[in-house]
């Protein structure tokens, strides 16, 4: 990766205030570059946009002052929340490392202009965007409003949301080992209206990812696994970044699991 991941995700913001400055050619550059060779480990391919608000009549009513907007539809087949998810988050933390403001949107954007800018056909997605930018020195007021009322800043304590072998234990940074800074990573993603949907249960070499659902699914998918999507790139990123190898794939361990909580897919790390 061409950045660094853990100081970079400790950064980041959600950024919906903009000073209005057009995006600097290099800046445009770097990101298309980046863009054409983001990858993820689920296998379906995303196709992404980086378009220009004005010129595509694209908006968000909780937005202000943004230059681009970053775009994203995929086929709606297998994990396309997965992958749509890890992808997008994975270029919105690159925009950060380059000092540029997002914010992963889904509710809040003129969804059929941003539909009829990527010619989404009707076995795609575009569940989100982000506009693209430089961050005004000051919040709007609704912003301010929205970050409080989201608890933007707050995020569930780690014991409530890792476990050490089942749903019956909780699991302390000091007891996850090698996976203690890639949970920890997870934990800070964004999520829709900051619902935090991820759910870990760690058994030896292995890490078991579970959504904690509360928002329904839509005509662009599971939205919360779409969260789940960005929250694994956190994981997987960040063990990248320190050298430790693994892989995810689909093995449900078939533990009990709480009301509203189903897996999504395991990790195995490589010994």
Known sequence: MQFAIKETIKKRKSVRTYDGTPLKDADITALKGFIDNVTDPFGIPVEFGLLKADEHDLSSPVVRGEDHYLTAKVKKEGNFELSLGYSFETVCLYAASLGLGTVIMAASISR???????????????????????????MSFRETLMRKGTKADHRIPFEKLFFDGSFDTSLTMGKAG??????????????????????????????????????????????????MGIALAHFDLTMQEENKSGSFIFEDPGITVPANVHYIVSYRKEK
């Open 112 to 138: 059929n202009t941003f539909e009829k800018a990527m010619n989404l056909q009707d076995d795609e997605a575009l569940p989100v965007a982000s506009p693209v930018g430089y961050a005004a020195k000051e």
């Open 178 to 227: 090698g996976f203690a800074q890639a949970l920890e990573m997870l934990r800070w993603a964004p999520s829709a209206v900051n619902k935090q949907p991820w759910r870990a249960v760690v058994m030896g070499d292995m890490v078991h990812f579970y959504e904690k659902k509360s928002i329904k699914d839509n005509s662009n998918g599971d939205i919360q696994k779409v969260d």
